[in-house]
């Protein structure tokens, strides 16, 4: 119709030669001459790609990039003895740092990226496929991300699973947000259940619960008891409690059958 037609310029709507934006309509004098015709009347320059020397370039920038990691899956991304990822590291060759326990905010912690434009990308995008992984891991094969919920939305954990199995857990309904220290004491004879081995037990339990864990050394232990240290939000130091009262209920091999640890 004539309407349709003059409204787009002279094509059709459902033209397969309908024009790109700024491009001249059938009628116009640039359009019968072949040339395109900028907004100001004068001759548009073409639009090609930048060099591939150029793009080359930009991909040898130096960048960093930064992004928060829920704390619930950190050693699932880093995987046993960091071996995850070590093997991003070696593939990419790009820095990547991961903050200690004690930069824990939130249930989150920071992780850094650093190197060319092209090794962050290249790291960025395994870490990303790292992070889905992990967290299949924690919910199961086909269990769907708001199936299975632990204190304060988070997924539960394998450990966090098996633990109510052996001991029924009641989360605490304390909100403060104030850090707390609590200390409590557990038979010294347990302390190889609690730590596990290679330490897995007690990372996952920090892990777990984001809170800081401080168990008394060999040489400083009197008597029968040994003494552990929490910080932490109140509901997350009465976490790390329950979990440490569970994991001594558990298997001694329960690094293992955690998943925590590869035979």
Not at 128 to 138: G, Q, V
Request: with cysteine; hydrophobic share 30%; charged share 25%.
């Amino acid at each position: 119709s004539s309407g349709i037609n003059a409204e787009y310029g002279g094509y059709s709507k459902d033209s397969s030669t309908y024009p790109r934006p700024g491009s001249p309509s059938p009628g116009t004098p640039s359009a019968r001459a072949g040339g395109r015709m900028s907004p100001r009347g004068g001759r548009a320059r073409s639009r090609s790609p930048p060099p591939r020397s150029i793009l080359e370039e930009f991909m040898r920038e130096d960048i960093t990039k930064e992004f928060m990691l829920d704390n619930a899956i950190t050693a699932n991304v880093i995987g046993p003895k960091g071996s995850r990822i070590s093997a991003i590291r070696q593939q990419t060759t790009a820095i990547i740092k991961i903050g200690d326990d004690d930069s824990v905010a939130e249930g989150k912690r920071k992780m850094v990226i650093s190197g060319t434009l092209k090794e962050v990308m290249w790291a960025f995008n395994a870490v990303k496929r790292l992070i889905k992984d992990a967290e299949d891991e924690i919910r199961g094969p086909g269990v769907p991300g708001e199936a299975l919920q632990g204190q304060g939305g988070a997924p539960v954990s394998k450990m966090m699973e098996q633990a109510q199995t052996v001991l029924p857990f009641t989360p605490s309904e304390d909100t403060s947000e104030e850090p707390v220290d609590k200390d409590i004491t557990i038979p010294n004879k347990n302390v190889g259940q609690v730590l596990g081995r290679r330490a897995a037990i007690i990372s996952e339990i920090r892990n777990t619960s984001n809170c800081k864990i401080i168990i008394e050394k060999d040489g400083e232990v009197v008597g029968d008891d040994r003494k552990i240290k929490i910080t932490g939000k109140p509901k997350d130091v009465h976490l790390a409690e329950y979990l440490i009262s569970a994991v001594q209920m558990m298997p001694k091999d329960a690094s293992y059958k955690l998943g925590l640890l590869q035979h």
